[in-house]
């Protein structure tokens, strides 16, 4: 079946530094994608989307870039603030707007 | 600022309880969606309506059930709880047309004793 998933389950970065998350996703047909960002005790908060008609899309200090090739999703996150510190999820349309999520990566900036 | 509402944020109740997660919405969407999650893990799709006396089981199988008589509530109904419910359940709603993302609410911590 589909499926979204995550390279790694956890990320360590300094505070300042570049951040990249990674997402391999298995359906070949999906058109859309949506990064979340999830702080404990909170529902997911969205950051970012992209179409499958692009390759990269860029907003304040987030980017997404889309290798459809290879099915590969990445979120980079530029100079890493504490408030960064959260579990990220990758999402993808399988269709009727119905979203299957990825396994999450918890992020955590270090002082 | 959350314009997608669910109550009670947290729930201890005992096995055989039947119990309602409520959910609002007041951005006027169509489409709503139950999510269950984990602590840290992904979220599964449990239920959606794409609109007011459409309901449709999701890709999880689970013992809920859920009703949409207006377009701004979603409510999920468990007739009888269990200690495998203990779960956090997440509500979400996106407007009609278009690729758009799900905007969440920030979930019922449920705990079945």
């Known amino acids: 079946g589909e499926s979204v998933g995550l390279h790694l389950p956890t990320l360590s970065v300094q505070e300042g530094d570049n951040s990249i998350i990674n997402c391999a996703y298995s359906n070949s047909a999906s058109d859309y994608f949506i990064w979340y960002k999830q702080e404990s005790g909170k529902g997911p908060q969205f950051i970012i989307d992209?179409?499958?008609?692009?390759d990269k899309r860029q907003g304040q200090r987030v980017t997404v870039l889309l290798n459809k090739t290879v099915k590969h999703l990445s979120l980079q996150i530029a100079a890493t603030q504490p408030g960064d510190s959260a579990v990220y999820f990758c999402a993808e349309n399988s269709g009727a707007q119905k979203l299957v999520f990825g396994q999450g990566t918890r992020l955590t900036i270090n002082p | 600022e959350a314009d997608i509402y669910q109550t009670p944020r947290y729930l201890v109740i005992g096995t055989g309880k039947k119990i309602t997660l409520e959910c609002s919405q007041t951005?006027?969407?169509?489409?709503m969606y139950w999510y269950q999650q984990d602590p840290g893990m992904e979220l599964h799709l449990i239920h959606y309506?794409?609109?007011?006396?459409?309901?449709e089981k999701g890709d999880l199988s689970s013992e809920s059930t859920v009703s949409r008589i207006r377009t701004e509530h979603f409510p999920l109904t468990l007739e009888s709880a269990r200690p495998s419910h203990t779960s956090q359940y997440l509500c979400?709603?996106?407007?009609?047309?278009?690729?758009?993302?799900?905007?969440f609410g920030n979930g019922t911590r449920l705990t079945v004793t």
């Open positions: 979400a709603s996106s407007p009609t047309g278009g690729d758009s993302p799900l905007h």
């Open positions: 951005m006027g969407h169509d489409k």
């Open positions: 992209i179409r499958s008609n692009m």
């Open positions: 309506s794409y609109g007011v006396n459409s309901t």
